[in-house]
């Protein structure tokens, strides 16, 4: 079975860092293309970040500069460097993941499997 688990949220200060991690099992990452998705409430469900099987990453406009996606395929296991938080980074974090390519803007349906989300609280 194929399942994705992400750990790291938690309450941070405006400013401040956090690093989220997902794991992955039932399946090999080096071959899929792993993101993180958010979602605040009352909000859709917005990609952030993408990291491709060959290394490539992208960056959604609203988290550029601020967070860096990275994977360990050893480990199995991608990761978001989040610094510079923001009050407006508040959201559910979901990792996602699919064997298909893809490209930006990131869409909710070309990612087939999905985590249960991690909470980030960015408040002072």
């Known amino acids: 079975q194929v399942q994705l688990v992400e750990s790291g949220g938690g309450l941070v200060q405006p400013g401040g860092s956090l690093r989220l991690s997902c794991a992955a099992s039932?399946?090999?990452?080096?071959?899929?293309?792993m993101a993180w998705f958010r979602q605040a409430p009352g909000k859709e469900r917005e990609g952030i970040s993408c990291?491709?099987?060959?290394?490539?990453?992208y960056y959604a406009p609203s988290v550029r500069g601020r967070f860096t996606i990275s994977r360990d395929n050893a480990k199995n296991t991608v990761y978001l460097q989040m610094t510079s938080l923001k009050p407006e980074d508040t959201a559910v974090y979901y990792c996602?993941?699919?064997?298909?390519?893809?490209?930006?803007?990131?869409?909710?349906?070309?990612?087939?499997?999905w985590g249960r989300g991690t909470q980030v609280t960015v408040s002072s």
């Open positions: 996602a993941a699919t064997d298909r390519l893809v490209s930006a803007p990131l869409e909710h349906g070309d990612f087939d499997s």
């Open positions: 039932g399946f090999t990452l080096d071959y899929y293309e």
């Open positions: 990291i491709l099987s060959n290394g490539n990453t």
